[in-house]
């Protein structure tokens, strides 16, 4: 529609018809007869306020009928809140209003007039601008560049508080929490507490280019932190990285920094701290008065935006919270264990030599290999004198020698027989502790492997019937020399010759320094 009002008040402060032309987008053929009609009908500028383009119109042109009170007029409070959906835009909106009012036998708007009513419609009932920034959408991190100083209450020593600072676009609706450093376990714990201030995720998460987050953003590819990347996974959200050196990516987010710097941070200068917990407390009293405090142009607050416009698109929270997880890599040792820098854990010992990646909670390690997870197990929060270790990562002679121990030497002689029980018997009790025994005793259980139980008993009583001190060596000279049968035919004799006259009393009383 042509602006009459526009080219009346542009007349009346000494346009030509030539420069008003070019200012209301109307050749000068129109702007020439608008005046005339004006002139025509005795209408000057200023002219009343509720004289509206419309009423000129019908004013200057009766003949015309199609008056724009005959074209449909759009639900712009559909339109608001459509928009809100991902994927809606304007012009979607547009070709369904037409479809509409064709069906019906209206005439509707054409586009620019579509977009322009509902920009009007938008801006005098102060509604967000839902073309620029969709509720539920996007949320913008990053850390403030100013900081809180508190001080050690013994040594005075000052410390430094870190702002991480969360806003959604839409709503302006802002979160802020005080760390004791930026570090990736306090990005991630904050994220964590903003999606559950917010009370819910968006479809979008835009962070700045840091390292706890981004481990690279070229033009061709982003590379994400494996641990941020698993927050987003687990909240149901994508990162996007801000370009690098383009802050407007990001711009509520840098705006809220300011803002908070100003609010919180400078608010909070003629205090002074002692612990971080106090600056905690302290920044999140002032984030509610922040969130409280009225829009300038805008009614209503950030709180009240949030609540009424966005709260209802936020992705729901799942129902167990992140737990924030570091992730390092490592080259398993011939111990076949890893570290987590204060205790070391096992991980099966084929992966020795092998590179594996370490995933830390606060309760839980897990090691994983080519993209498999291949042990598991309870973090331990004090430092322990030997590392935790599953049997099943052991070789089997590793697993077998964590059996071994008094009662299943003896269980095991017993099993074999009697006289194989009465020579585990002694290598026990022979020396001044049972673990002296251990070594001859395994050797025993080796020699059962490859000769048989029923040859080793025997082996066993040829050696007790010979000497009431036997020895590994003596049992296996006897078993590789197949004499066992024959010793225990010839039994008597032996024992007359030697048991007899030379046992275990004659060698204690030192009776065998003459031999």
């Known amino acids: 529609m042509t602006d009459y009002r526009e080219i009346l008040r542009l007349k009346s402060i000494g346009y030509s018809n030539r420069k008003i032309g070019e200012s209301v987008r109307s050749s000068h053929h129109t702007v020439k007869a608008v005046l005339e009609l004006a002139q025509k009908?005795?209408?000057?500028?200023?002219?009343?306020?509720?004289?509206?383009?419309?009423?000129?119109?019908?004013?200057?042109?009766?003949?015309?009928?199609?008056?724009?009170?005959?074209?449909k007029e759009p639900n712009f409070a559909y339109i608001h809140k459509e928009l809100a959906k991902p994927g809606v835009t304007l012009t979607l909106l547009w070709n369904e209003y037409c479809d509409e009012c064709r069906s019906n036998g209206e005439i509707p708007y054409m586009s620019t007039q579509f977009s322009d009513k509902y920009r009007n419609w938008a801006r005098t009932t102060k509604a967000t601008m839902r073309i620029q920034h969709k509720p539920g959408d996007t949320?913008?991190?990053?850390?403030?560049?100013?900081?809180?100083?508190?001080?050690?209450?013994?040594?005075?020593?000052?410390?430094?508080?870190?702002?991480?600072?969360?806003?959604?676009?839409?709503?302006?609706?802002?979160?802020?929490?005080?760390?004791?450093?930026?570090?990736?376990?306090?990005?991630?714990?904050?994220?964590?507490?903003?999606?559950?201030?917010?009370?819910?995720?968006?479809?979008?998460?835009?962070?700045?280019?840091?390292?706890?987050?981004?481990?690279?953003?070229?033009?061709?590819?982003?590379?994400?932190?494996?641990?941020?990347?698993?927050?987003?996974?687990?909240?149901?959200?994508?990162?996007?990285?801000?370009?690098?050196?383009?802050?407007?990516?990001?711009?509520?987010?840098e705006g809220t920094v300011k803002f908070a710097s100003t609010w919180i941070i400078a608010a909070l200068r003629n205090q002074k701290f002692f612990t971080i917990a106090g600056v905690k407390a302290a920044v999140k009293e002032k984030l509610d008065e922040l969130n409280d405090r009225p829009f300038q142009k805008l009614e209503g607050t950030r709180k009240t935006a949030y609540f009424n416009e966005e709260k209802d698109f936020m992705i729901p929270l799942p129902a167990v919270?992140?737990?924030?997880?570091?992730?390092?890599?490592a080259t398993v040792g011939s111990d076949y264990l890893i570290s987590d820098g204060r205790n070391k854990y096992s991980v099966p010992f084929d992966l020795i030599g092998e590179k594996v990646q370490i995933?830390?909670?606060?309760?839980?390690?897990?090691?994983?290999?080519?993209?498999?997870?291949?042990?598991s197990h309870n973090r331990l929060s004090n430092p322990q004198r030997h590392p935790i270790v599953i049997q099943s990562h052991m070789p089997e002679e590793h697993r077998k020698y964590l059996n071994y121990n008094e009662d299943n030497f003896i269980k095991?002689?017993?099993?074999?027989?009697?006289?194989?029980?009465?020579?585990?018997?002694?290598?026990?009790?022979?020396?001044?502790?049972?673990?002296?025994?251990?070594?001859?005793?395994?050797?025993?259980?080796?020699?059962?492997?490859?000769?048989?139980?029923?040859?080793?008993?025997?082996?066993?009583?040829?050696?007790?019937?010979?000497s009431a001190t036997p020895t590994i060596r003596n049992i296996s000279t006897f078993l590789k020399n197949g004499k066992t049968q024959k010793a225990?035919?010839?039994?008597?004799?032996?024992?007359?010759?030697?048991?007899?006259?030379?046992?275990?009393?004659?060698?204690k009383r030192g009776g065998g320094h003459n031999d």
């Open 488 to 507: 225990v035919e010839s039994k008597g004799k032996l024992s007359e010759k030697y048991a007899l006259t030379r046992g275990a009393a004659y060698f």
């Open 412 to 466: 095991w002689g017993n099993s074999v027989g009697e006289k194989t029980s009465e020579v585990v018997r002694y290598f026990l009790t022979s020396g001044k502790a049972s673990e002296q025994g251990y070594k001859p005793c395994i050797s025993l259980m080796k020699l059962s492997e490859r000769y048989g139980k029923s040859k080793l008993e025997n082996a066993c009583e040829r050696m007790l019937a010979v």
């Open 359 to 375: 995933r830390l909670t606060k309760n839980i390690v897990e090691i994983f290999f080519n993209g498999g997870r291949v042990a």
């Open 321 to 329: 919270p992140y737990e924030p997880a570091v992730w390092s890599q």
């Open 139 to 253: 949320m913008q991190v990053d850390w403030a560049g100013n900081t809180i100083p508190y001080y050690d209450s013994v040594t005075g020593t000052e410390e430094k508080a870190y702002l991480f600072v969360a806003v959604l676009p839409c709503s302006c609706y802002a979160y802020v929490e005080a760390c004791d450093d930026m570090r990736q376990e306090n990005w991630l714990l904050c994220h964590i507490h903003a999606y559950e201030y917010f009370g819910g995720a968006t479809r979008l998460l835009i962070p700045d280019n840091l390292k706890t987050g981004v481990i690279s953003n070229t033009k061709y590819d982003v590379k994400l932190n494996q641990s941020y990347q698993e927050l987003a996974e687990h909240y149901g959200t994508a990162i996007v990285p801000a370009r690098v050196r383009h802050p407007q990516d990001k711009s509520l987010a």
């Open 41 to 71: 009908h005795n209408i000057s500028y200023p002219l009343d306020n509720d004289m509206t383009n419309a009423d000129l119109e019908k004013l200057f042109y009766p003949e015309r009928k199609m008056s724009l009170v005959e074209r």
